[in-house]
C-alpha cells in the first residue's frame, strides 16, 4: 500500500485527504459535497443502481446538474474505488453475494425450490462440480537429449567451450546468392 501526501489546496484533494486523515477540517461546501460523493456511491454499491440510473437519481434527490453529478460520480469512483472497471474474479464475487442474499431470503421464507435453486446459482460460479486437475509429471521432469553433430560441428564446439567465448565474427561461413519471396 502507497501512502500519498495530498497538497489539500483544491476541494477534491481535500476531500480525498479527509477520508486518509480525519484531522483535516472542512468547510461547510466541503462537507456538502463529501455528502453528495457518499450519497451516490452508495446509490451505485449499496442501492445496485447502474451508473447512469444512480447519475439520475443523485440528480432528483441532490438537486444538482447533470454535469455536477457526472463530476461527483467520477469523485466518489476514484475516491471509494472504482466499480465499473472489475475484472472476473469481483464480479464473480458479486453474484456470490446477490445469490447468498436470495438464499437467505428464501431460507427465511420456507421455500425449498427456491433455496435449491440459489445455491445451485452460488454453486455454479465456483465450479465446485469440476474435479481439479492433477499435475502429469512426464511433462515437468526432466529430460535427456542426445543431440547428433558432425564431427566437424564437435570439434568447433569443443574449441568454443574451451575458450568460454564463442566469437561469431570469425566462424568459417560463406554467403549465397538467394531470392526473395513474394508470398
Same mark, same amino acid.
Given at each position: $500500500? &502507497?501512502? =500519498?501526501?495530498?497538497?489539500?489546496?483544491? +476541494?477534491?484533494?481535500?476531500?480525498?485527504?479527509?477520508?486518509?486523515?480525519? !484531522?483535516?477540517?472542512?468547510?461547510?461546501?466541503?462537507?456538502?459535497?463529501?455528502?453528495?460523493? /457518499?450519497?451516490?456511491?452508495?446509490?451505485? $454499491? +449499496?442501492?445496485?443502481?447502474?451508473?447512469?440510473?444512480?447519475?439520475?437519481?443523485?440528480m432528483?434527490?441532490?438537486? #444538482? !446538474?447533470?454535469? +455536477?453529478?457526472? /463530476?461527483?460520480?467520477?469523485?466518489? $469512483?476514484? %475516491?471509494? @474505488?472504482?466499480?465499473?472497471? #472489475?475484472? =472476473?474474479?469481483? &464480479?464473480? *464475487? %458479486?453474484?456470490?453475494?446477490?445469490?447468498?442474499?436470495?438464499?437467505?431470503?428464501?431460507?427465511?421464507?420456507?421455500?425449498?425450490?427456491? &433455496?435449491r435453486?440459489?445455491?445451485?446459482?452460488?454453486?455454479?460460479?465456483?465450479?465446485?462440480?469440476?474435479? &481439479?486437475?492433477? %499435475?502429469n509429471?512426464?511433462?515437468?521432469?526432466?529430460?535427456?537429449?542426445?543431440?547428433?553433430?558432425?564431427?566437424? @560441428?564437435?570439434? *568447433?564446439?569443443?574449441?568454443?567451450?574451451?575458450?568460454? #567465448? #564463442?566469437?561469431?565474427?570469425?566462424?568459417?561461413?560463406?554467403? %549465397?546468392?538467394?531470392?526473395? !519471396?513474394?508470398?
Amino acid at each position: $500500500m &502507497e501512502l =500519498v501526501k495530498f497538497d489539500k489546496e483544491g +476541494t477534491y484533494p481535500r476531500i480525498s485527504a479527509s477520508h486518509i486523515d480525519e !484531522s483535516i477540517e472542512l468547510t461547510p461546501a466541503e462537507q456538502e459535497i463529501k455528502a453528495r460523493l /457518499r450519497h451516490i456511491h452508495a446509490l451505485r $454499491m +449499496t442501492n445496485k443502481y447502474s451508473k447512469y440510473q444512480a447519475i439520475q437519481i443523485h440528480m432528483r434527490e441532490m438537486k #444538482v !446538474s447533470q454535469a +455536477t453529478a457526472y /463530476r461527483d460520480y467520477n469523485w466518489a $469512483m476514484q %475516491i471509494f @474505488g472504482e466499480l465499473d472497471k #472489475v475484472d =472476473v474474479q469481483a &464480479e464473480r *464475487m %458479486i453474484l456470490a453475494e446477490c445469490y447468498w442474499q436470495l438464499y437467505l431470503k428464501a431460507l427465511k421464507k420456507g421455500d425449498l425450490e427456491q &433455496e435449491r435453486k440459489a445455491l445451485d446459482s452460488y454453486k455454479s460460479l465456483f465450479n465446485f462440480d469440476k474435479e &481439479e486437475k492433477e %499435475i502429469n509429471f512426464e511433462k515437468i521432469s526432466a529430460h535427456e537429449y542426445h543431440i547428433k553433430m558432425s564431427r566437424k @560441428g564437435m570439434r *568447433m564446439l569443443r574449441e568454443a567451450i574451451g575458450t568460454g #567465448v #564463442v566469437d561469431f565474427n570469425e566462424l568459417p561461413a560463406e554467403e %549465397i546468392d538467394y531470392e526473395e !519471396s513474394e508470398e
